[in-house]
């Protein structure tokens, strides 16, 4: 069982960055995939980014790729996303997800445990 809590959400305007982390409860955090999706108002939930188990694998979405980067620090059952360049189409709650699995996955059928998200509003 793996619990995931979001910080780091808030107001910004266009441009400027923010970082999101997601801190992981459970000893074995090391070997799920993590990832990151999105959700705006009236529109389904989407993937934004992945990282593997071992951090030298990520994959992104079109809409952020270039602009947001996913790291992870398993020492700290952590990971984060580090957002710049940020556009008001951007505005949506953020969540974390973890799927126990090695292989990444952009589908979000696949993932088990999701954290309560975070909001992030972009001001143009």
């Known amino acids: 069982q793996v619990q995931l809590a979001e910080s780091g959400g808030g107001l910004v305007q266009a441009g400027g960055s923010l970082r999101l982390s997601c801190a992981a409860s459970?000893?074995?955090?090391?070997?799920?995939?993590m990832s990151w999706f999105r959700q705006a108002p009236g529109k389904e939930r989407e993937f934004v980014g992945t990282?593997?188990?071992?951090?030298?694998?990520?994959s992104y979405a079109d809409s952020v790729k270039g602009r947001f980067t996913i790291s992870r620090d398993n020492t700290k059952n952590t990971v984060y996303v580090q957002m710049n360049s940020l556009k008001p189409e951007d505005t949506a709650v953020y969540y974390c997800?973890?799927?126990?699995?090695?292989?990444?996955?952009?589908?979000?059928?696949?993932?088990?445990?999701w954290g309560q998200g975070t909001q992030v509003t972009v001001t143009s």
């Open positions: 990282i593997n188990w071992s951090g030298d694998t990520t």
């Open positions: 459970g000893r074995t955090f090391s070997r799920y995939t």
């Open positions: 997800a973890a799927r126990d699995e090695f292989a990444i996955s952009v589908w979000k059928q696949q993932y088990t445990y």
